[in-house]
């Protein structure tokens, strides 16, 4: 089945949150101008994969790692997970949404992300995004090669590190975090962003970042002595009748019935 070409990132299914995409750029460019490589476990149809490959440069390659629907015995770790990519991922579909935005397409593992292991030299990478399988075996594992991959100064971002539904993954993360020396730098209500490094740079790019912007916000926190930054999207008032057209937007229509009597 063919389908439309994605015009903008928008139109590219995920679900690649507007503040993660900006600070996916934010911590990128702070890992320095040394040049080093960008992996991604887990592409799907390329939302997050699209903007990484805004940051390659010259020399530096982005892999994305997928299993792309594959039903070889036992590569998806949930049974329901298989069916549910089934419906709309391919290789093919990945791969012409990606062309759609970078000329240069990414180096591509078709297969579990446990076939990355010998294929990334040590401290190759400058970024890294998990973002597979959501069990915390497989997460686990993700977390060893991505600690082999990354160079001291780089930053790996973990998504659904607090979601309900896929408690293995915090257990992950947590777990690398007392027992693994990972740092935390900073979070969102989706990613958590963390290093082997100093979390300071980091941060403090966050925070330049930030400065300035209405629509962002940066709270300190502190996490077993170490400073970690809560980043969320903060609600701008629309301008000119905000508040009418908020309740506009906002309300179903059976309720907004009901309110345009009573407002002005
Ligand atoms: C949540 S999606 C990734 C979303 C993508 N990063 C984005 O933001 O658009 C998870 C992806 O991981 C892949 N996946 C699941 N388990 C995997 C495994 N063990 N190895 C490699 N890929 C896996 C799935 O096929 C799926 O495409």
Redesign the pocket.
Known sequence: MSRALPRTLDDVP???QPVDQELFGVLIEATGSEPGDLL?????????AIVMGRHVGRGERLTV?????DETHG???RPG?LAF?RKT?TRDAFEANYRAFHDEPPHIVH???TDLADGIGAGSCRFV?I???HQYE?VSGDIDITRRALRPHGIVAF?DYRTAHVPGVGAAVWEAVFTKGLRPVCLSSSKLYATWGDPEPFQAAVRTWAKGRADRTVAKDTIAGGPVLRVSAAKVPVQGGGARRMVRERLPPVLLRTVRKVLP
């Not at 790692?65 to 629907?69: I, P, R, S």
Request: with cysteine; net charge negative; proline share 0%.
């Open positions: 995920g679900w690649f991604e476990m887990g592409c799907y149809l390329g939302k997050s790692c997928d299993l792309f629907g590569n998806y770790s997970t990519y991922l297969g579990r992300t995004h973002d597979a399988s497989d998504d």
